[in-house]
């Protein structure tokens, strides 16, 4: 049975920095597109950053370009996203999310095969 599940997650002051995993079990991981979504409360779920299979075509939402980055280590299953120059508003639960389609992932969040339970991020003033 296909699982994702992050990790890293947790409390910064503004400024501060992050890095969240995300390890993926009972799938051929370099086959899957792997994203980053986020859901503040009393808002809805919106891509943070996408990655193709090989790493090859990555995506970025406007609001995090220049301070997030992410990566994966195909030989680990594991997915990464570098949080640096965090902002009150990044504060959410972060998901992580699979899908054979990294059109699917673009253009997600709604439709992806797999997803993680989640990890949060508060980011304080």
């Known amino acids: 049975q296909a699982r994702v599940v992050e990790s890293g997650g947790g409390l910064v002051q503004a400024g501060g920095s992050l890095r969240l995993s995300c390890t993926a079990s009972?799938?051929?991981?370099?086959?899957?597109?792997m994203g980053w979504f986020r859901q503040a409360p009393g808002k809805e779920r919106e891509g943070v950053s996408c990655i193709s299979q090989t790493g090859s075509n990555t995506y970025y939402a406007d609001s995090v370009k220049g301070r997030f980055t992410i990566s994966r280590d195909n030989a680990r299953n594991t997915l990464y996203l570098q949080m640096n120059s965090l902002k009150p508003e990044d504060t959410a639960m972060y998901y992580c999310?699979?899908?054979?389609?990294?059109?699917?992932?673009?253009?997600?969040?709604?439709?992806?095969?797999?997803w993680g339970q989640g990890t949060q991020v508060t980011v304080s003033s």
């Open positions: 999310a699979a899908d054979r389609d990294f059109r699917t992932v673009v253009a997600g969040p709604w439709g992806l095969k797999h």
């Open positions: 009972g799938l051929t991981f370099d086959e899957y597109a």
